[in-house]
């Protein structure tokens, strides 16, 4: 188990083409990170750096306080499990006992950590089983426990899910989060799925274009993005995203108006035009009308229901929102008043998209 630190990472492809820019973080030992970004953003690139399987056009690779840039995957002792599950022609005992067979361990040692990983994973009735007989799910399974028998330094898990059924997907995601509290072991997950990071994950490293942009916990993510990008691609919905404008010591949007005279000083240093982001939960909906200017009328044009939950898509006061409520009679198309909760409202610079407050 180690601590896994990248120092100004760089990564060009033939034809010029920039991968990685510049990346500085740690992944401390012990905790289960997820690299999080779009497709194209670079985050496979960058596991296979950490991994072994690439060497950087720039920067260094450290495992704890060794330089191991250019050691193999082999010297790193990393465990990957992939995408699509990988098993080999053989039996479930087979595929988990493989690589202790490999490194010479003797027979009882083989049996000991066979059984106990097949136990974390709940594959002891299907030792005797082939492998390539079990669903997706299974197979995931044994190449997840195959990963663990080794007793690696980390582990990195690439999309590990995409391929196995909703159902199978749930278990697994528990069981693997499960895993790792138990045995504290460093693993780094990428994924392009938002919902998977915020639930498996100690800290969130989210990337978009070859950078990390912010690496926190879910909740300071979720709670503080610090970019309009962050706050559009975490959460569902996305945080809501509207222009607005400083006058007189009141941030503007459509017909919103909130009083922040407190931190005037602060917006005035960026200019006076913003983007001012609050997230769908954020907003309080009623049916009943209330006093303005700190409320606005606004049409429902859309109520998608999330079980006990609403989604209403909002038009009004010459912007568009999407608030998320408790149940409420209403109709498509009927009127609702709208307040931001002051709290919890965000500001952006209009120009860079960086958060200011």
Sequence with gaps: MVAIKLENIRHVYPGNVEAVRGVTITFEDKTFSALLGPSGC???TLMKIIAGLLKPTAGRVYFDNEDVTDLSPQERNIAMV???PVVYDM???DNLAFPLIVRKLPKDEVRRKVNEVA???ELKDKLHLHASALDAGGRQRVAIGRALVRSPNAFILDEPFTNIDPASRL???AKIKEIQ?????TMIFVTHDQAEALTLSDWIAVMNEGRILQYDTPETIYDNPANTFVAYFIGIPAMNLVDCSLEDGKLISGEFVHDVSNVAEILRAHGTEFILG???EHLEVSTEERPKPEWVRMKCSMIESLGALYLLHLEGGGIYLKAKTKRMKISEGNYVWVRMKKEKIRVFDKKTGERII
């Excluded at 509290?181 to 072991?185: F, S, T």
Aim: charged share 30%; glycine share 4%; net charge positive.
């Design 278 to 280: 609050i997230r769908a």
């Design 181 to 185: 509290k138990e045995l504290k072991q």
């Design 91 to 93: 039996s479930v005992y």
């Design 82 to 84: 992939f995408q699509f």
């Design 42 to 44: 670079g985050k496979t």
């Design 119 to 121: 136990e974390l994973l």
């Design 171 to 173: 278990v697994l995601r």
